[in-house]
């Protein structure tokens, strides 16, 4: 999440039911420009040209941290009311849950619990499938504050890579860091102390893995870089080369391998190789974050300050060992 949220305040929420009639459904205001390459990754082959985002709701304060479960059911943040939500295959929209710790990224691993960057104390939390039940399963780093975990992925071996970078928030008494820098860490299945990966960029924001498990992208979102990384055995990273001249608050992957980062103007989608082949703009003043759900995994689902938006799209999202395509 990108410092234009700060803060907020902390909302008790009761539990809503939004049927798909009283849900928007209207095309947004929104503009699509593609950047033909060849059939396989131009933009026109990831979508229909008339295809447009569909607002869903704009009812939010802050959205964020998309995350699809195996269903595709996608759940999100509403970071300001502390609240998660869940916009269901059958199209209505509820509450999860309205104490999540002020969660941020989110991500599914493999038994359907959700997991949750959430910064009110700056740790890791993990939801049961029905949200009844919330633990935290990372608080601190050798008994110092993290700054404010931010995003995560999970890889194949049940392994969370998370960004860390600082935000100050206006919940938060202390007003600076406890850490030695803004870096990319990962938790290791079962493990209780998380280790340094990547302490070479200013400030780490969006992450997302490929597929198959070897690539690793990190968007410097201070820098305006976004990079990729090879995945080793013992779960370190190698080789950071720089993938595009593009930060991002969110990213997420699909099928064919194209990267899709979110900021200002919407979401950019780039191929594999770095090559900007789309971009979907949003009329709101922040693209936070993005993921693939729906019945089919080609639901594009778009969470952009207040609102949260669909687009359908003719590729699916990358992920096979869970269930969040970020």
Not at 161 to 171: A, C, E, K, L, S
Request: hydrophobic content about 35%; charged content about 20%; proline content about 3%.
């Amino acid at each position: 999440m990108n410092a234009i949220f700060k803060g907020g305040i902390a909302a008790l929420i009761p539990l809503v039911v939004f049927t798909a009639a009283s849900i928007s459904n209207k095309p947004a205001n929104v503009s699509i420009t593609s950047f033909q390459k060849d059939s396989t990754y131009s933009a026109t082959g990831l979508f229909d040209a008339n295809e447009r985002p569909v607002l869903i709701s704009k009812q939010f304060s802050f959205t964020e941290g998309p995350a699809a479960d195996n269903k595709g059911n996608i759940y999100f943040t509403d970071q300001p009311n502390n609240a998660i939500w869940k916009y269901g295959t059958d199209g209505k929209l509820t509450l999860f849950s309205n104490n999540t710790g002020r969660s941020n990224g989110m991500y599914f691993d493999k038994k359907g619990n959700l997991l949750t960057c959430a910064d009110k104390e700056n740790q890791l939390w993990r939801f049961s499938a029905d949200g009844k039940k919330s633990e935290v399963i990372l608080n601190d780093l050798n008994g110092h504050k993290f700054n404010g975990p931010n995003d995560l992925w999970v890889d194949a071996k049940g392994g969370i890579y998370f960004t860390d970078p600082y935000y100050q928030r206006d919940y938060w008494t202390h007003k600076q860091s406890e850490l030695d820098g803004e870096k990319v860490y990962y938790l290791a299945k079962g493990k209780t102390q998380a280790i340094v990966v990547c302490d070479k960029l200013q400030k780490p924001n969006g992450i997302a893995g490929t597929i198959d498990g070897k690539l690793l992208y990190v968007a410097d979102i201070k820098a305006n870089k976004t990079y990729k990384f090879n995945i080793e055995q013992d779960a370190s990273l190698s080789n950071q080369h720089l993938f595009t001249e593009k930060g991002s608050d969110g990213i997420t992957l699909d099928e064919k391998g194209n990267v899709y980062l979110t900021g200002g103007n919407g979401i950019t989608i780039y191929d594999p190789e770095g090559e900007k082949i789309g971009v979907v703009a949003i009329p709101e003043p922040w693209t936070a974050n993005v993921c693939f759900g729906g019945k089919d995994k080609n639901l594009l689902f778009i969470t952009a300050s207040k609102a949260v938006y669909i687009m359908q799209m003719k590729v699916k999202g990358s992920t096979k060992n869970a269930s969040k395509q970020r």
